[in-house]
């Protein structure tokens, strides 16, 4: 248990929720259970109520009343009354923590921006990026599949990046005929070799122009 962490948890979620009674019960318990190292105490029906707390008019807490605070703590789950007998109550009692509901949720980490991705030495991520292509070579739009497409980067490296908007998934023909030349350059050749036509080249030029600009984002 981290003492500050706990303390500043009760006084700032538990003890809102409690009338100043209740968490003077619940302080008291406290104090004679988690603070020594213990889960649980017996709270004889014959305790002192001096040291609790005061009620109306500065009277110590009257035993009825005492009794009506743990019943309404263990109601809601701030502390747990394990078994009553004729010595009194086994109370456990639950740090902040542990009390279902009364700590915020923790944050979910935060999934790494797309941008910085890496979708050149992921398998998963390559993959993504095929399907981005609809399982088509970005370049010539043949037909490709997991067992034989290439990341191809758009810049090559060492001056292009492995993000999403500098790579796609590509036939190794084309993979090898690019080579260091420019993806424009490239998609050029492709029609001057009658492997593109007229509009298919337009419509190549203008996804490499979407691709770089960032709007081909490949589906999480």
């Avoid at 500050?4 to 006084?11: A, H, N």
């Avoid at 109520?49 to 019943?71: C, E, F, N, Y």
């Avoid at 050149?120 to 010539?140: A, G, H, M, V």
Wanted: with cysteine.
């Amino acid at each position: 248990m981290d003492l500050r962490v706990t303390l500043e948890q009760i006084v700032d979620l538990l003890a809102p929720r409690l009338r100043p009674t209740e968490l003077a019960v619940y302080l008291h318990l406290f104090r004679h259970t988690r603070l020594k190292g213990d889960l649980e105490v017996l709270f004889a029906a014959g305790a002192p109520r001096t040291s609790i707390g005061v009620g109306h008019r500065g009277r110590p807490l009257s035993r009825s009343t005492v009794h009506a605070r743990l019943r309404r703590l263990a109601r809601n789950g701030f502390i747990e009354i394990l078994a009553v007998t004729h010595n009194g109550m086994q109370v456990l009692v639950r740090l902040p923590e542990e009390i279902p509901g009364l700590l915020p949720p923790a944050a979910e980490p935060a999934a790494p921006a797309l941008a910085a991705v890496d979708f050149y030495t992921d398998e998963s991520n390559r993959l993504r990026i095929l399907q981005r292509e609809d399982y088509r070579c970005f370049y010539c739009r043949r037909a490709i599949d997991s067992t034989n497409f290439v990341i191809e980067h758009v810049v090559s490296r060492p001056y292009g990046d492995n993000s999403y908007k500098n790579v796609v998934a590509a036939c190794c023909s084309c993979n090898n005929r690019k080579g260091w030349a420019s993806a424009e350059g490239h998609l050029r050749a492709l029609y001057r070799q009658g492997l593109l036509d007229s509009g298919e080249l337009c419509r190549r030029l203008h996804a490499l122009h979407r691709l770089k600009n960032g709007d081909l984002k490949p589906a999480a």
